[in-house]
């Protein structure tokens, strides 16, 4: 007797309390494949949003409409292009109308793929922000958070660090936006009281231009002594991350690194530019001191090289740059099979801050979260339903769909697009050095 004849008798005679139960799952199945239908959205409209943050930035952010009344939010922020980041993310209007938002890898493949002349900073901003947006649809659509969907909690919190771009400025995230009072600090002052509110780990630029002119020697010399009398302010046990931004020469790179080694620093990001990973090997042979790139890396095909050779000790891919939750998942799981820790780049505001943490909280290998500073007492105020607590040094997602919060139009609209002045390094010749 063949299994449907075997069934059919079960179901007509009523036979076997264990042949009913595989009916019975069927059954269940059926309901269960009914129920998890296509969701029948639809984009309907696509608008930016440009806030001055008060800084030296201007935030950019994309809001997707679905016929079904859900809305996605998405950020593309990038320093000194706001209005062409702007422009390219209004590029994809026309192609998106009409898509279904849930279909995310594919629309992710057409935008980057379709228009030939693909990839480059502003293109994969533009990316990066619509594919935020549909990430948060396909959450609030499905009652979960981001986390949930890209696989599951991986922890339960995601250790964070603070990032002071001015590097003699503090800003006391314990305490309500409106009352804080920075000051000017001393780095060994800066850094100590940060461990003093409870953080693990802190990251300032040690080599610093004075007025914007590049000097070797001094830079490296003060740079290092900025790490001696650091170190000896928190202990043996504070994590001290070092951004140097691309600014040294390779002599001066190598010559910074070995010094720094002795002072045990978690990390010595961007000693490099970005264009040579020949020159990112060479310093890797000169030092044993752990080294970060990534924040302007695009893809994964950029990343993949750099894994595979093992250049360095940590990646970090900033989500509004390098294509998205879609790709930086993706990121992370090429540096996962080569050992390498993913730690997000992330001097933005909250947008970029709740969705480098989603991933974060379902990558095995993520290491650590960066958050900026510095933004104007309305930061917080942005959005409603901010969406992380920081406490002791780590964040903790609230379990909301999507993102878990959206962003207040009117506050936005109290704060419009402002044109930044920005300025470039200088030898001592008038020559421009890098930034």
Not at 196 to 213: H, I, Q, S
Not at 225 to 254: N, Y
Request: aromatic share 8%.
């Amino acid at each position: 007797m063949d299994r449907r004849k075997f069934l059919g008798m079960g179901v007509a005679g009523g036979i076997g309390l264990g042949v009913n139960g595989v009916i019975g799952q069927a059954a269940s199945l059926a309901v269960n494949y009914e129920k998890a239908g296509p969701l029948n959205l639809k984009i309907t409209d696509l608008r930016t949003f440009l806030v001055n943050s008060g800084n030296d930035e201007n935030f950019v952010y994309v809001k997707i409409y679905t016929n079904q009344g859900i809305t996605g939010l998405g950020e593309g922020t990038m320093t000194g292009k706001a209005l062409t980041v702007e422009a390219a993310i209004k590029e994809h209007k026309r192609y998106l109308i009409g898509k279904d938002p849930t279909e995310i890898e594919r629309l992710w493949q057409a935008m980057f793929r379709g228009p030939r002349y693909r990839g480059g900073p502003i293109l994969m901003s533009a990316l990066s922000a619509i594919d935020i947006a549909l990430w948060d649809i396909l959450g609030k659509a499905l009652g979960q958070p981001i986390w949930q969907l890209l696989g599951g909690k991986a922890r339960d919190k995601v250790r964070v660090y603070p990032h002071e771009k001015s590097g003699n400025r503090v800003m006391p995230y314990h305490l309500p936006p409106r009352k804080r009072a920075p000051k000017e600090l001393s780095y060994a002052e800066m850094f100590l009281k940060r461990k003093e509110e409870g953080w693990t780990a802190c990251k300032a630029g040690f080599l610093l231009a004075v007025d914007n002119r590049v000097e070797p020697s001094r830079m490296v010399r003060d740079g290092i002594e900025r790490l001696r009398t650091t170190r000896e302010a928190v202990g043996p046990d504070f994590d001290i991350l070092i951004d140097v931004h691309g600014k040294a020469t390779t002599p001066m790179a190598i010559d910074f690194c070995r010094r720094a080694e002795e002072y045990n620093p978690f990390w010595i990001e961007e000693a490099t530019q970005l264009e040579d990973l020949g020159e990112l090997e060479l310093l890797r042979q000169q030092t044993s001191v752990p080294l970060a790139t990534g924040e302007r890396h695009l893809n994964k095909f950029e990343f993949s090289e750099i894994c595979a050779r093992h250049l360095v000790n940590y990646v970090t891919p900033d989500v509004v740059h390098c294509g998205g939750i879609t790709e930086m998942k993706k990121i992370a799981a090429i540096a996962e099979a080569f050992r390498i820790d993913l730690s997000p780049h992330n001097p933005q505001s909250e947008v970029c801050t709740v969705a480098s943490a989603h991933i974060c909280m379902s990558s095995a290998n993520a290491t650590l979260l960066e958050i900026g500073s510095g933004q104007t007492p309305f930061f917080e105020d942005l959005f409603l339903g901010g969406n992380i607590v920081f406490e002791n040094g780590y964040g903790t997602l609230q379990d909301r769909p999507g993102l878990g919060l959206d962003l207040d139009e009117k506050i936005a609209a109290k704060y419009p697009y402002l044109e930044k002045d920005w300025s470039a390094h200088e030898w001592g010749d008038g020559a421009i050095g890098d930034r």
